[in-house]
Nanobody
Framework: VQLVESGGGLVQPGGSLRLSCTASGFTFNAFFMSWYRQAPGKERELVAHISSVGGITNYADSVKGRFTISRDNAKNTVYLQMNSLKPEDTAVYYC?????????WGKGTLVTVSS
């Protein structure tokens, strides 16, 4: 089982980034997918999640209206489009696959929002 995040980097406030998480080793389209983030000195927090076929999404209040989660089951990939980025969005972003108590995590990608 492998989850590999990509797309992180340094971006100015107000900018955009798109994160990707590509999965292998399990039946991707059967799993609920989530993005989490962990800022320095803080607990890991849920950012967004999406149901296995993509019909249901949910977001943390802090990112509603700015971030969009989506998935392409044909490519075994989940995305996080992040717009209007703020310095407080700086964190390591992780994707997670979940199904009936099974959780798989990626190693994360760093997003830094700074001028």
């Amino acid at each position: 089982v492998q989850l590999v995040e990509s797309g992180g980097g340094l971006v100015q406030p107000g900018g955009s980034l798109r994160l990707s998480c590509t999965a292998s080793g399990f039946t991707f389209n059967a799993f609920f997918m989530s993005w989490y983030r962990q800022a320095p000195g803080k607990e890991r927090e849920l950012v967004a999640h999406i149901s296995s076929v993509g019909g249901i999404t949910n977001y943390a209040d802090s990112v509603k209206g700015r971030f969009t989660i989506s998935r392409d089951n044909a490519k075994n990939t989940v995305y996080l489009q992040m717009n209007s980025l703020k310095p407080e969005d700086t964190a390591v972003y992780y994707c997670k696959a979940s199904r009936y108590g099974m959780d798989y995590w990626g190693k994360g990608t760093l997003v830094t929002v700074s001028s």
